[in-house]
């Protein structure tokens, strides 16, 4: 029976190679380090955690504590690591990043059909079934091999996220619905400031930079994504004829063009998401909590994505992924991991599982699977394989992603255990489906 090669030994290439293993087919598993090491890891461990020993909650009634407890019922081998390496970190789940590494290097070391390769692969074997998880930092070579795979406008480097928040967060007695001078249907919600709620937010902003120790003359941005806290420092003015420009909106309360507007963008099929456009930030995650919620209407938001601009290898999924993590136009390619424009530790360990079990499948001529939106597993999939492509960004895990309920109900956590319940009931129907007669 053919061999799968994984590369990549992080939190999704270890997943699936363990996974794999575990249906009885032979896998290669390439780590290019300790020979050739990343800017960030520091060690030879296979998944490595780069930065946070958390892995977030374990409540069962949070994105995360749902996404876990899904791993867990597809047998996830990082979780098992993460029980027996684990320190106290109240309702989250944190690790000893060292002994969990360790532990899970170990395990596949163990591992009976698992055979690790300690090389960078810059060229894929197009005869072979391949699985790539290279994660956020693929290495140069293997990344020019991808663009010329992907086609270069599909592969992205750098990454210069807006925030997005929750729809029902928002604060509707403040904010309209309208689309700039009346073109095509009213989408965006609109912030309307005050010229003094501009001006409050304005001299926060510059603070909260200058507090970071921003320089404010870094060319290091691209023309059409230069940070706000960047172009704030043109002046006072400058948001204003800028991403928070109030020409063509009119605040139906007052009949007026407000002093200045903040636009949000529709981000998922069923309008929970929404960005905030233009908004593309380096501010840490603790400033842009405070900063925005100085913008009317965002007060109360939940932040599910805070914004970044950082360094980032991801495809275009939605153009080249199909459900079942293979390539469209090549079925033996598999992606996994953050490559594929999901986002964390665990989102991205639990594509590791998905596609690897698919590669079994599809070495075994069984039919491919993925679970469905109403799992927080099938939501993430769901987004990065039919999102637009042309604005695709990554996504961490959150319950805006799945389906809502059949009834209303209003109390948050009430709520989302209830997805939850709906998740791990649908879970556990896929995965006897998913990972029997392997
Ligand atoms: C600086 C930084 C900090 C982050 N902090 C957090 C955080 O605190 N919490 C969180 O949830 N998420 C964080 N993330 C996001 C994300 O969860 C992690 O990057 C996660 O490790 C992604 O998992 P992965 O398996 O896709 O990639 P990785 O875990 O990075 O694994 C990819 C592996 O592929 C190897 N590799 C690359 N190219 C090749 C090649 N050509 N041949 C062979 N091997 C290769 C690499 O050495 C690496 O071991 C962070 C990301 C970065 C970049």
Known sequence: ?????????????????????????KVKLWEMRPNNNTPVHQTSNLAELVCSNS?????????????????S?????????????????????????????KEVTKTLEATPNIEIIRDEVT???????????????????????????????????????????????????????????????????????????????????????????H????????????????IAHGGIDSLRYGPLRPVGLIDPRTGQQPYAVLQLRQEDRDGNIYG??????????????????LIPGLEQAEFIRYGVMHRNTF?????????????????????????????????????GIIAGINAVRYIKKMPLMYPNRFTMTGALIDFITTSESKDFQPINANFGLIPPLEERIKNKKERYKQYSNRAIKATKKFSELFLSNL
Request: charged share 20%; glycine share 8%.
């Open 215 to 230: 320089s404010v003359d870094k060319k290091l941005y691209f023309s059409g994504c230069m940070p706000i806290e960047v």
């Open 315 to 351: 495809i275009n999924s939605p153009k080249l992924l199909l459900p079942t993590l293979q390539l469209k136009q090549n079925e033996n390619i598999f992606f996994a991991g953050q490559i594929t424009g999901v986002e964390g530790y665990m989102e991205s360990a639990v594509t």
């Open 1 to 25: 029976m053919q061999q799968i090669n994984v590369i990549g030994g992080g939190l999704a290439g270890s997943e699936a190679a363990y996974a794999i293993a575990n249906c009885g087919v």
């Open 123 to 213: 060229e894929l074997d197009h005869n072979q079934i391949n699985l790539i998880c290279t994660g956020p930092l693929t290495s140069k070579t293997l990344h020019e091999s991808l663009q010329k795979l992907t086609g270069e406008e599909n592969l992205y480097f750098f990454d210069a996220v807006a925030p997005s928040i929750t729809a029902e967060s928002l604060d509707k007695t403040k904010v309209f619905k309208a689309s700039r001078y009346n073109k095509g249907t009213a989408d965006y919600y609109n912030c309307p400031f005050t010229e003094e709620e501009y001006n409050d937010f304005y001299q926060n902003l510059i603070k909260s930079d200058i507090k970071q120790g």
């Open 73 to 101: 019922i597809l047998g996830s081998l990082l979780l098992k690591c993460a029980e027996s390496t684990k320190v106290p970190a109240g309702s989250a789940l944190a690790v000893d990043r060292e002994l969990f590494s």
């Open 55 to 71: 892995l977030k909650s374990e409540l069962i009634d949070t994105s995360q504590g749902l996404l876990k407890k899904e791993m």
């Open 276 to 293: 905030l456009v233009g908004f593309q930030t380096r501010l840490k995650w603790g400033e842009q909590d405070k900063v925005f919620r």
